[in-house]
């Protein structure tokens, strides 16, 4: 299972934000270019229906491919208290014909994404990885060099961590914790709960590059 949460920057912010999280983390970004196919089941496949994505990470000197399938949200009281959601999720490196063996399962593909941005990596109270992505959408099948964006102006950031059923408290904590330091550029919330631009943003983001310049000049 996974604890997350997201939240939208504008893309003229996102240069304040990666320099607020260079000095959070500690540790150099990675680049990111992604290739997201997310297939859907055919009915063939059952009366429920099933979705799983395919990531194709092109960032890589050799494609590699990650299918992930994202599963339910914890539910009750304790769980609507919290501002994180907590889902289970299975993901498991695959190999590059992994898109031909869906098809041939009888999965269909519903849309595809090319991701571009970068991650943090790091541990703060619990292993946690920051995102920050421009969604962009293909003109024709799988047309990746051709992308672009689905929001102009408008990047996704997520927070991801690896939870447990014995210790997803304590991710839940680390997580919350840190989001707090970001909470001048952007809201962070539940995936589906939109909370729009923060209006401190403008004002957050001169004064860390402010304080960028200042220091490296």
Known sequence: MECVVQ???ETQHVEALEILLQGLCGVPKEHLRIHELC??????LGVVPSEVRLLCD???????WTVRHVGGAMRGAGAE????????VVESKVSKNVLRFFY???????HELLKIGFSFNFHRGAPITVTVTSANKMPKLHATEEAVPVTPGIQLVEITA???????NDVVSAVSSFCE????LLHLSKPGVSTGIVPTASAAAAALLSNSGNKTS
């Open 181 to 184: 330091y970001l909470a001048p």
């Open 81 to 88: 208290q919290i501002s994180v959601l907590v889902r289970t």
């Open 104 to 110: 041939a399962l009888g999965y269909k593909l519903d």
């Open 162 to 168: 690896p939870a447990a059923a014995d210790n997803y």
């Open 39 to 44: 297939l859907k089941s055919g009915p063939n």
């Open 58 to 64: 092109l960032a890589q000197p050799t494609p590699s």
């Open 7 to 9: 939240g939208i920057i």
